[in-house]
């Protein structure tokens, strides 16, 4: 079965050249032909011959694992993942026969070490991913393996690719727990979202009212006095089969003060529609959390949640049913 890796093109910096030269490439050891290198030591050695003066053997473990994760583990038939410069589009490929080949920087792209790839003409939003997917894209490493890649085929539809058992054990326990929040009165879930802003790390309010503008529940959060996040946030406790539309994402903007971002929660989906108009340039930022994700976010949290919660849905810690 194929495994999926992710290859960074310098914070998408570089990655129309990957997809325009159908490769993925990094940039340790450029210049050198790698195609006769059968040996991870013999890389690791190469890595520090070319930068003798790095003295630290930690960091030079570092380059030379990535260079041989990309040289020995991407193989024929796996399938990779590169983030564009706006980094909520993923595009996807699979790896060719033979794929290993030492390129130049004529095309633009510094990276001379290079691997073939078909690239898919779809393309992955980040936003309708799970929570822990969209944590493990957010990895610093330049080259790294993809270990839910269940979620992945099941998004390219190769769900033939993926265990099935995992899908569906994923699938119900999301449905089942879903189904427990929708138990809860609109105010009740509004104050459920209210905690759990909380939980993350936000000074968290609950506004919701009639003629409220949408607006639920407020947050600020500072990051160490670096950062300021004023947050506005619209609930909508759907069934699980509606799909938010583009008219109610962009209706919570006119609520969005200077400054502030947006977020849309629901126990739905949302249409591609209102994804397009949630990151819709010259607007504030809308973040959109579908069913899936809120179930992932609680899941994440659920000890910090209050206990009357708890008990209202009988839920435990890891949100197991009670």
């Not at 309708?128 to 992945?152: C, H, K, R, W, Y």
């Not at 500072?222 to 300021?228: E, F, G, I, P």
């Not at 249409?271 to 579908?290: C, K, M, Q, W, Y």
Request: aromatic residues 8%; contains cysteine.
């Amino acid at each position: 079965m194929p495994n999926v890796y992710c290859v960074r093109a310098m914070y998408g910096q570089y990655t129309s050249h990957f997809l325009q030269g159908a490769y993925v490439a990094i940039g340790w050891l450029n210049g050198q032909d790698l195609s006769q290198v059968n040996d991870r030591e013999e890389i690791r050695q190469r890595c520090r011959d070319a930068n003798p003066q790095l003295t630290s053997n930690l960091v030079l473990g570092q380059q030379a694992g990535q260079v041989s994760r990309f040289l020995f583990d991407i193989k024929p038939g796996d399938y990779v993942i590169t983030p564009a410069a706006d980094t909520s589009i993923l595009h996807y490929g699979q790896v060719e026969a033979n794929p290993y080949f030492l390129g130049t920087d004529a095309d633009g792209c510094p990276f001379t070490q290079r691997k073939r790839v078909r690239w898919s003409p779809g393309v992955l939003r980040r936003s309708t991913l799970s929570i822990p997917m969209q944590n493990t894209l957010g990895s610093s490493l330049t080259v790294f393996q993809i270990s839910n890649d269940a979620e992945f085929f099941e998004a390219i539809n190769r769900s033939d690719l993926a265990s099935p058992v995992v899908l569906e054990q994923t699938h119900d326990h999301t449905e089942q727990v879903l189904k427990r929040l929708l138990e809860l009165d609109p105010t009740e879930f509004e104050l459920l979202i209210m905690h759990l802003l909380t939980a993350i790390g936000f000074e968290a309010q609950h506004t919701g009212q009639p003629h409220d503008g949408g607006v639920d529940v407020r947050g600020l959060l500072n990051v160490a006095n670096m950062a300021r996040i004023q947050l506005i946030v619209q609930v909508k406790r759907y069934q699980l089969s509606a799909k938010i539309s583009a008219r109610e994402v962009k209706a919570l903007r006119s609520s969005i003060p200077a400054g502030a971002q947006g977020a849309f929660v629901t126990t739905a989906t949302f249409h591609s529609s209102a994804l397009d108009i949630a990151t819709e340039a010259g607007f504030p930022r809308i973040g959109t959390v579908n069913g899936r994700q809120l179930v992932d976010l609680l899941t994440e949290h659920w000890a910090d949640i209050p206990d009357e919660f708890k008990e209202r849905l009988h839920l435990k810690v890891g949100l197991i049913l009670a």
